[in-house]
Nanobody
Framework: QVQLVESGGGLVQPGGSLRLSCAAS????????MGWYRQAPGKQRELVAV???????VYADSMKGRFTISRDNAKNTMYLEMNSLKPEDTAVYYC???????????WGRGTQVTVSS
């Protein structure tokens, strides 16, 4: 089983920045496709960004240009750098680990991001 722990969430003013981290257990992190998703109250969970084992990235249009996804395979950790934050970014942000060998997905518990003045 893969365990995922998100951290770095909190309260930030509009226009501010936060960096989220997702630490993964196990020895297959380097081969997994990783992603960030978010869910605001009363809304469906949506894709934020995805990064492949080789470092290729895909962003949702609303996050493109403001958010940056990255990974450090030596540390079994994925990151999400969020800049120019807006109140609409307020949500619980979840880390996803997708095994390329069996296509099974693992999820973290999420970290709360609140953007408010």
């Amino acid at each position: 089983q893969v365990q995922l722990v998100e951290s770095g969430g909190g309260l930030v003013q509009p226009g501010g920045s936060l960096r989220l981290s997702c630490a993964a257990s196990g020895n297959t992190f380097a081969f997994a496709v990783m992603g960030w998703y978010r869910q605001a109250p009363g809304k469906q969970r949506e894709l934020v960004a995805v990064i492949s084992s080789g470092g290729n990235t895909v962003y949702a249009d609303s996050m493109k240009g403001r958010f940056t996804i990255s990974r450090d395979n030596a540390k079994n950790t994925m990151y999400l750098e969020m800049n120019s934050l807006k109140p609409e970014d307020t949500a619980v942000y979840y880390c996803q680990y997708r095994s390329v060998s069996n296509s099974y997905s693992y999820w973290g518990r999420g970290t709360q991001v609140t953007v408010s003045s």
